[in-house]
T-cell receptor
Framework: QQQVKQSPQSLIVQKGGISIINCAYENTAFDYFPWYQQFPGKGPALLIAIRPDVSEKKEGRFTISFNKSAKQFSLHIMDSQPGDSATYFCAAGGFQKLVFGTGTRLLVSP | DAGVIQSPRHEVTEMGQEVTLRCKPISGHDYLFWYRQTMMRGLELLIYFNNNVPIDDSGMPEDRFSAKMPNASFSTLKIQPSEPRDSAVYFC????????????FGPGTRLLVL
């Protein structure tokens, strides 16, 4: 019940395209859903987050879509750029801690 | 603020040796987390502290691993004895109130056990 399943494991998108990463959770007690971005040799850093009282949150080119009934949420990166090439982790927040997905390695080709 | 500070950044050691990883959290943050990252298992939570007290160590792999937080500005993760399968990147993260909110990660320590 504590797992967060993330897909795909890796993704290649052309510059200007849309990148979509999906996550699913089981524990309905989760009430905070962040996405972290990690560049090689660096620690993960918060990118965007959503709470279950809204179905979508947008910050610039990054959008989280949240489906509470399906217990799924996704990250959309519009107009993907080579600088977006990184590993992305979804997470779900329960009591005092986050449970992370396994990560998606995104490569945006020029 | 300098962010979360970890040392060393890289560590190479031989099997059986003791390894100590260090972390200085962001000042004022009440929560401190230790994670391990590998290709196979992704990002795993090992242990976390709240106000210097260990709250959940269920992710610690085995008795060879131990963590301490003697004060609000310092924590250690110790592996004794180390084994090749401990090779990974170890991250420390800190968070203000309610550890499930934004966590600020350090740059990590890349550990290689030969």
């Amino acid at each position: 019940q504590q797992q967060v399943k993330q897909s795909p494991q890796s993704l290649i998108v052309q510059k200007g395209g849309i990148s979509i990463i999906n996550c699913a959770y089981e524990n309905t007690a989760f009430d905070y859903f962040p996405w972290y971005q990690q560049f090689p040799g660096k620690g993960p850093a918060l990118l965007i987050a959503i709470r279950p009282d809204v179905s979508e949150k947008k910050e610039g080119r990054f959008t989280i879509s949240f489906n509470k009934s399906a217990k799924q949420f996704s990250l959309h990166i519009m107009d993907s750029q080579p600088g977006d090439s990184a590993t992305y982790f979804c997470a779900a927040g329960g009591f005092q801690k986050l449970v992370f997905g396994t990560g998606t390695r995104l490569l945006v080709s020029p | 603020d300098a962010g979360v500070i970890q040392s060393p950044r890289h560590e190479v050691t031989e099997m059986g040796q003791e390894v100590t990883l260090r972390c200085k959290p962001i000042s004022g943050h009440d929560y401190l987390f230790w994670y391990r990252q590998t290709m196979m298992r992704g990002l795993e939570l090992l242990i976390y502290f709240n106000n210097n007290v260990p709250i959940d160590d269920s992710g610690m792999p085995e008795d060879r691993f131990s963590a301490k937080m003697p004060n609000a500005s310092f924590s250690t993760l110790k592996i004794q004895p180390s084994e090749p399968r401990d090779s990974a990147v170890y991250f420390c993260a800190s968070s203000p109130d309610r550890g499930r909110e934004t966590q600020y990660f350090g740059p990590g320590t890349r550990l290689l056990v030969l």
